[in-house]
């Protein structure tokens, strides 16, 4: 796009160059045929985050069934597979199947005869569609020791292609582990592999009804901050609790969320004050405590609160209140921001990833020939306008540049938002000649120049408008490249 | 019973005074005003978003510090009864540590705020000079529980408002009751382990408060495990969950069951039973925390001293002392070693010295024997009898000066051994290249060789040319010749000739036999002089080194014994003050340690535990 080779491309050049300078060590080549074989299967997304901060609910909610946590001290990975099946593996015993009990609303794997923390990987297989792009990774807690690079975050690093970061707060201790973990030139160029998650929205505030809302507000303001920008490609509230809720709400709960509706407010509000009151209490609506426990399982306090409150006002239907707690925990957002910046992306990712991978491998072991790879490697990671292209596509979709609808739809559309191949970028038909390419691609670097220039712009929208200029040379340069 | 306790802090006082330690003295007097006024300060602590603000509004049940989506709270606030509402931003103007409420308030600044803008107070946006030191906000409220004598202060979220507790001495001074605010949907971290445990060592009174009780349906279990965290950890704070939201819906709907349930009364009680016990239970555990702190501030360089002493070995005068000593032994040794030296030196040059003369000699010999090999005596012994005499002379100067160099060499060796002292002086020297021969040479007189005169050439032709002419004249009578004939003739001249060349052949080779030993017994002459010449030399200048290296070393020694002398008596006198010093220091121990014990006997209720000691 950029006149030089693609990403991709470029990235199997060097995996090439790195073959041939490590060829006679078995163990880097062995590290790069495996990143060379990573770059044709699915994104791997891994969900991390400090503990209880809700890793295993957001996985359960991004696949809608309840399928984590297997086992907390291990990596789970989630395969898309024709039959539901789990193999162990540890650092003592060969792989071994495990047995897989299907339950309503998902699985359950039996880890009976493996003791805690001897097993490190978990692999998943599981029919869903969700699966068939993306692979997913339930990772144990991240550690709050700021002072070195966590061990789990350094492996969930190397082994993902893209990372959904959950923190509660966005601040503090949450930032500096994953400060800490941006390791090399890779780590230090665009973080377009990671969103951070604000992970258990829905407590925020003690537990009001309109946490969400705040919640909102608090992760636009949290993108404010230069040292969350940093960090991540975009800040998502999500409440993995309700959107999982939302995802697999069955009519028997329905049900009794309508019993507990129908009591009056005044009657009802006493009983939900705390869990335990709803719990314990004797509340009205004739619901038995086996039924009162599954709910505040399924909702928490605040999510019953929220619940019966829809009912009342609006949403009559199971599935009219599943879709509403889908939509009010932010989960729909997440989803759509995943498939847009990572999965839409994944070439990129993939190819960060494999430098990433590139570079930690040249950087152990030196040799004749590493340190050309290396500088290389940093022209390559310079010269990436994709890493750019990715970070405007995110803060197009948050707003944060505040250009109008249509010149926003357009600068999505022209950094390769809407497709890559220069017709879609162009918003032309298919079937459109080269000489009608090169001129629509010249008005729309011009225009975009003009706005890159325009002194009543704030800096922001002028450099993304720089950018799309830089998109649009690249397509020019291809198109001169076609011609000839 | 307040009295006792006073007494005990008094006596803490009074320690710090004698140490010199005016440091803990203003702290302890800090701590004595603090803890004979009555009010109890409550410190809330905790990381960010755990509920410290929320927790604050529900004790006094008023909305007072802000609340909701990420409000932080970056001023700290302090709540203390007033008649009327109000809101202070006080700022100390210089930048030393926030001073405690109450204190030093003539030097801080108070900027008034509306109450409707306490939020952005908080916030730290309003009522705060840029530039200036620390500020808090301070809040009054009509309250019967702050006008028992409470004061709340809510302190910002996270590490970097530690409190001061990192250091003792500040530490001291501040708050009497410490409330670690944790939520519920989660046990306690690491993070807020580590912390309780600091907040433990300076604080009397810690309580972790578990908040939001109402969120989770289990938080039973999760305040046991914290109760298990807390034993595991040995930190002897009490947990009381509690859920502020309930709490502020108790009050505004008048719910006394609601109320019992939030769990505030139970916290409530707490703080009272904390306010009433002040001059009490709180004050004599105070103390003890005091003298601790005091204590191991006191001791930790009386120990140190002490560990210091035991090493004993290390001192100054010891180790000059051990450096004297060694002095003598050093000195002993260079003794043996130059006097070794100087006599291998001396036997190596004597025959090395021999050795060469006699070479010089027989190479001399050599050539006049060479010379009188096929010269004539006669002719010649001039010559050789001057040159003779001249290499003579030239070998038994060269001979000397070598003598005279190889001794001044020795010297310099010999000297050597005392290069560490800095003596590397030579003695002046008395040698001299050719003022020292005892006696003159023996001339070499001319030995008495035969010549071989006219006459005896004469009568020895004569004998040699008869026998020629009789023999051929003879032989020749045969033939008929005479007997006197021209052949005989000749022949007998042939004969005589030969007669006379025979004879002078060998009374030449007598001639050089008599010089070549007459030359033989001069030049052993010589030898024999001149060898005995040098021996004495040498022996001479081997005495003269030895007699100025023997001085040398007695000057040495008896400078070094001085040195050991001096040092053994600082030595001395520096044990005798070290162990005066010694005992003083385990008595001021053992009065530290008094001091403790009393400390803790006026709480006997509750002894803290004290580091072990050595």
Redesign the interface.
Known sequence: MTGAPRLDAAVRELLHRALHVYRDNPRATDVLRHQSARLDQPLRVAIAGGWRSGKSTMLNALMGEEVAPVDGSAFTWYEDGPQPDATAYSTSHPPQRLAVLRSATGMRVDLAGWRAGELRDIVVRWPARSLRQVTLLDTPAVGADEQAPDPVLDRVLREADALLYLTRDARGADLRVLEAARQGVVGQAAPIHTIMVMSRVDEFGGGRVDALLGARQLARRALRDPQVDALCVTVAPCSGLLGLAGRVLTEAEFAGLAALARVARAELEPYLLSAERFARGEPPGGLDAAARSALLNRLGVVGIRLATTLVRTSCGSRAALAAELVRRSGLGELRESINRLFVDRREVLKARSCLAAVEELLRAEPDAGTADLLGALERLLSGAHEFSESRLLAALRDGRLDFDADLAAEARRLAGGDGEGPAARLGVGDDATLGWLWEAATEARWRWQEHAEDPALRLAQRRGAQIVVRSCDGMLADLAAHSR | MAGIWLDALDDIARTCQEHGRSDLLQAVRLKRAHLLDPTLTVLVVG???Q?KS?LVNAIVNAPVCP????RTTVLPTVLRHAEIASATVVQTPSTTPGTPPGAERSTVERTPVPTEQIAAGVAGTTGRRPGAGPAYIEIGLPRALLGAGLVLVDMPG?ESSATGASTPVAALTRADTVLLVSDS??DL???ELNRLLHLTRSHANVVVVQT??????D?RTVADRNRRHLADAGIPATLVPV????RL?AAATD?HA?NA?SGFPALIALLRRDLTGKPDALARAAVVLTARTVVEQLAAPLRAELTGAQSVEQSAPMTRLHAAQREVDELRRCSTRWQNTLTDEMADLLSDIEHDLRDRTRHILNTVDEAFETADPLVAWDSVAQWLERSLVEAAEANRQWLVQRCEWVARRVADSFARYGHGTLPPWPLAVTSEHGQPLPELERPNVDRFTMGQKMFTGMKGSYGGLLMFGLALTLAGLPMINPISLGAGALFGGKSIRDEGRQLLRRRQATVKSAVQRHVDDFFVRVSKDSRDAARRAQRLLRDHFAALTEELQADIIESLRSAKQAADTDAVTRERRHREIQQRMIRLAQLYEQAQQVAAARPAPLAPRT
């Not at chain 2, 609340?67 to 990420?70: E, Y």
């Not at chain 2, 939001?212 to 349906?217: F, G």
């Not at chain 2, 859920?243 to 309930?246: E, G, H, Q, R, T």
Request: proline residues 7%; charged residues 25%; without cysteine.
């Open positions: 990381e960010p978003n509920g929320q609340v909701g989506d990420g996270g949907t989660r971290s690491v993070t939001k009780t109402d969120l989770v349906p938080w859920s502020a939201a309930l819906r719910d609601l349930e």
